[in-house]
């Protein structure tokens, strides 16, 4: 794997050198875009507004809108001017408890990589990080844009996950969402044991992109059969619950799961049942 960025992480007077990895990978499809009588690629040209004229890149510069019309040129050294230091440094602002920090918070993460001389203090501040169950909170300059940025430990690792500010993330204030909706007792006790029996420990291997796979082997089956295969029936689209429905629907899910809870684990927990009596 290649490093996509190399510095140091510095907190207090330490300065620990490391490379930086990405830590997920993309696993979308590409598609191009085609000319349904032929199949020839279409492709797009960059074009001024003002003529009409196709302008190539070496043309081509960033500027900003400051009003309607009006634009502000920037280099790429003006870019970098902006906070050269940071470009090489992850700057520890604080530490924080982890459960502190709503996960909204999170965007992506990226793995650390100690490099030789810097081996035994990152080690240092991963054991630092679990012993105390804290996060570092940092700053850190990538592809020219600042970032907010947690440091933690994720097993032998250290991870640092990319964060949103606050005034990047929306209230929902605006939403129409219900506060308790009256809810019943009996209603809350099914809904309660229904995500009881469908509970279980995380394993995230157990989950895949089934709509990838599928259209994957819809890929394979139209280039063995040059382009043409059966027609399918398409799946039954689920209709909203209503509300006059929702403890029968309820019922009947408790009774579906029962089944399956039969074959292999315990239906329920005994005070769960005992709970449910009551409310009945």
């Known amino acids: 794997m290649r490093a996509i960025w190399k510095g140091s992480i510095s907190f207090g007077l330490v300065n620990v050198p490391i490379s930086l990895y990405p830590a997920t990978s993309q ?31 070496e043309q081509i ?134 995500v009881s029996r469908l509970s279980g420990p995380w394993k995230p291997e157990k989950y895949t992109d089934d709509y990838r796979q599928a259209l994957m082997d819809l890929i394979q089956k139209k280039i063995e059969s040059g382009g043409k295969i059966p027609a399918q029936t398409k799946g039954v689209k689920r209709s909203a619950t209503k509300v006059i429905d929702l403890v029968s629907v309820l019922q009947q899910s408790l009774e579906q799961t029962g089944k399956r809870a039969g074959a292999g684990k315990p239906a329920r927990h005994p005070r769960t049942r005992h709970a449910l009596k009551k409310a009945a």
């Open 27 to 57: 696993k979308e499809l590409s598609f191009r875009m085609l000319r349904k009588s032929d199949l020839s690629p279409i492709n797009y040209k960059r074009f001024a507004e003002a003529d009409g004229k196709e302008v190539p890149w």
């Open 61 to 194: 510069v960033k500027g900003y809108e400051y009003e309607k019309g009006k634009f502000v040129v920037l280099s790429e050294e003006d870019f970098e001017r902006a906070d050269i230091k940071a470009t090489q440094t992850i700057d520890v602002v604080e530490f924080v408890h982890l459960n502190e920090i709503d996960p909204i918070f999170f965007d992506r993460p990226y793995y650390l990589e100690p490099q030789k001389q810097g081996a035994k203090a990152y080690a240092l501040l991963r054991e630092a990080l679990k012993k105390t169950e804290m996060v570092g909170i940092a700053k850190v300059v990538l592809k020219t844009r600042q970032h907010l940025a947690a440091i933690k430990p994720e097993q032998s690792a250290l991870v640092l996950e990319i964060m949103h500010f606050a005034e990047e993330l929306v209230s929902p204030k605006s939403l129409q969402i219900p506060g308790d909706a009256d809810l019943g007792s009996r209603e809350l006790q099914m809904a309660s044991e229904l």
